[in-house]
T-cell receptor, first 110, second 114 residues
Framework: KNEVEQSPQNLTAQEGEFITINCSYS?????LHWLQQHPGGGIVSLFM???GKKKHGRLIATINIQEKHSSLHITASHPRDSAVYIC????????????FGKGTLLTVNP | SQTIHQWPATLVQPVGSPLSLECTVE??????LYWYRQAAGRGLQLLFY??????ISSEVPQNLSASRPQDRQFILSSKKLLLSDSGFYLC?????????????FGPGTRLTVT
């Protein structure tokens, strides 16, 4: 079974700061997911990546398959980025099951 | 475009009562469908997934069950709720045949069992 560790658990930043959230996993994977959970509970898929880097607006996700590590970066952070960010990886032994990290609670203050 | 609906949005039920949560997807055909639960302070836990009508796989032994009566309809049920069933229930879909492809989540149902 794949184990997922996210860090930090909580992160407070000032508006405009550069944010980095890290995710490490224990078993080799085909792709990693980054999700965003809004304060109301809704979850949005941000990225699914299997190598290199992906960028969407101010969000950048990178993955190092050899090191079993991924990072999510937010440039020029804004209070509306405040949310829980979750990474997820295949559990292993199933084509349909993801193992989720416990999430990083990001608070961006104005 | 694809849309996923869940209802109700919130629910308060007494212990021992039945449960029925419904999820429907619009704008796509033959999706993989998933039910997740997020208990307070814990990560997402996969409860059930389905790759087709009537095909349900259970991931966690519990007093919950799932059914898929139509291609884009997924129902989560219980005959008798337990206090431990409280949590945030999310339905999700992904493209069939892609396995662990990108998943798209519904708005969720917040269930409180009293």
């Amino acid at each position: 079974k794949n184990e997922v560790e996210q860090s930090p658990q909580n992160l407070t930043a000032q508006e405009g700061e550069f944010i980095t959230i890290n995710c490490s996993y224990s078993v080799g994977i085909s792709a990693l997911h980054w999700l965003q959970q809004h304060p109301g509970g809704g979850i949005v898929s941000l990225f699914m990546l299997s190598s290199g880097k992906k960028k969407h607006g101010r969000l950048i996700a990178t993955i190092n398959i050899q090191e079993k590590h991924s990072s999510l970066h937010i440039t020029a952070s804004h209070p509306r980025d405040s949310a829980v960010y979750i990474c997820a990886v295949p559990s292993g032994g199933s084509n349909y099951k993801l193992t989720f990290g416990k999430g990083t609670l990001l608070t961006v203050n104005p | 475009s694809q849309t996923i609906h869940q209802w109700p949005a919130t629910l308060v039920q007494p212990v021992g009562s039945p449960l029925s949560l419904e999820c429907t997807v619009e704008g796509t055909s033959n999706p993989n469908l998933y039910w997740y639960r997020q208990a307070a302070g814990r990560g997402l836990q996969l409860l059930f997934y389905s790759v087709g009508i009537g095909q349900i796989s259970s991931e966690v032994p519990q007093n919950l069950s799932a059914s898929r009566p139509q291609d884009r309809q997924f129902i989560l049920s219980s005959k008798k709720l337990l206090l431990s069933d409280s949590g945030f229930y999310l339905c999700a879909w992904s493209v069939r045949g892609v396995g662990l492809g990108e998943q798209y989540f519904g708005p969720g149902t917040r269930l409180t069992v009293t």
